[in-house]
DNA sequence: TTATAAATGCAATAATATTTTATTTGAATT
DNA sequence: AATTCAAATAAAATATTATTGCATTTATAA
C-alpha cells in the first residue's frame, strides 16, 4: 500500500476530510527526498493547483498529529513517516552533507520509559535525531 | 565556579576574545530560566549596553560550539549547559506549561553508539529532547 | 604603543510561522 | 439532485527566527 493510500485511510479513519490542499501536500512528500518546509512544499505542489501556504501549514499540523509525517526539528522541514505501526519511537538520522533524513525505529528508548520518571517528567512526546554522514556522503 | 567564570576559561582556552557582548549574553543566559531566543536574550541586556542581534547570533554560535550553551530545536531558544564535564549526552525534559527546560544526561546513548553503526551512519552529533510536563506542572 | 586578526555594527533580506476574519467546500442527509 | 453545515481554505497582515555582505572598531599579543 502507497504512503498517499495508507494516509487517507488514516485520515479517513479519524473523520478528516479528503480534500483538494491535503492530496497535494500528501503527493508532493509522496516523492520527497529530503526535508521539506510548508515553503519548499509549496513550490513543488503543480502549477495549476493553487495552494495557500497557511493552508500547508495547517495540512501539516493534522498529518503530524495523525502520524502520517513527521517535523525534522533540525532542518525545519517535514517528512513523511517511512513506518506504519506506532511501536517504537521514530527517530531520524540526518546527513549534513546530502540532506537525507533517514527515519530508524528505537526500540527500547530511555527517553520514553526510565528517565521521565527519575526526572519526575510526565513525558508527552520526544524528538531524537542524529546529525552526521550518510554511507554514501561519509 | 560560576557559570560565566567557567565560560571566560574556555573562551580563553580557545583562544576567543572576551568582548562586551559575549559577557552581556553570558550574564543573561546564567539567570535565565527557560530557553531564551536571540530576539529575547537582545531584550534583557540592560539598556546602557546596546547590543546587535546579529551579534547575538554570532555569539550564540561559538558559545554552541564551545558547549557552553545547547540550542533547544523543540522551542527554538537557548540554554546554558548545566553541565561541566562534555561526557554522556546533553539531552533536554522541556514543560509544555511553564515552558522551563531541565537537562540531563544520558550516560548510555543509543544514538551515540550501536544506532549509527547499524545506520552505516558517521554519527558527528545528535539532539535529544523529551517534551511533557514537569513535576510542578504535572 | 602599535599591529592585526578577530569581533562587531549596520542595513538589507531571507526563511519560517501565526493570527484573524471572511469565504468556500466535502460529504452526509434528505 | 438539492440542501445543509461543520470543516476546511483563502487572504492579508503580522510575528518570529536567522543570514549575508561590507564597513568599522577593538581585544590582545608582540
Ligand atoms: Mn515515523
Ligand atoms: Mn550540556
Ligand atoms: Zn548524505
Ligand atoms: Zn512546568
Known sequence: MTFVDQSIKILKKNKYKITGPRMAVLNVLEEAKIPLSAYD?????????P??????????DVFETLNIIHKV??????????????????????????????EFLQEKCDLKSTLPKKLAYKSLSHISELSGLCEQCA
Chains 1, 2 share one sequence.
Not at 51 to 60: A, D, G, P, Q
Open 51 to 60: 495552494i495557500n501556504v497557511v493552508t500547508i501549514y495547517r495540512v501539516l
Open 73 to 102: 526539528h533540525t532542518k525545519e522541514g517535514y517528512v513523511r513517516c517511512d513506518f506504519e505501526l506506532q511501536k517504537g519511537c521514530h527517530s531520524f538520522a540526518i546527513c549534513n552533507k546530502c540532506g537525507r533524513a533517514d
Open 41 to 49: 512544499i509549496e513550490e513543488h505542489v503543480p502549477e495549476h493547483i
